[in-house]
């Protein structure tokens, strides 16, 4: 999995930016964590911007990694946002309950749709 990272500036906030590709899974969620964990602490980030537009995979051990950022956020007032999950990630996400603790985008292709009531 190749990931971007780079850091960003919002509303006076460091925020770190990543957009992993491909598919976060037990085969590289290690890297990934440690890679975001690593670029937060070199540049102060305190909050974490999670483009996963090109992500079209995400199981347990990547959903771990979203929360172990979460437990250690919170406590500091950090925030995580998830924007632009492609459909089945963004279902994975709902079943874990990660949309109670963080804020996630509703896919592009799901904006459309009528809410059953």
Known sequence: METDIMVKKYLHKDWLWVRPRGELDMANAADFKFRITTAMREFGCRNLWCDFS?????????????????????????QIIITRPTEPVYKLLLAS??????????????KFLKEER
């Open 97 to 110: 309950g990660l949309h109670k603790l963080m804020e996630i985008d509703r896919p592009l292709s799901m």
């Open 54 to 78: 090109q992500l079209t995979f995400i199981d347990s051990s990547g959903l771990g990694v979203l929360m172990s950022r979460y437990r250690e956020l919170a406590p500091v007032s950090g």
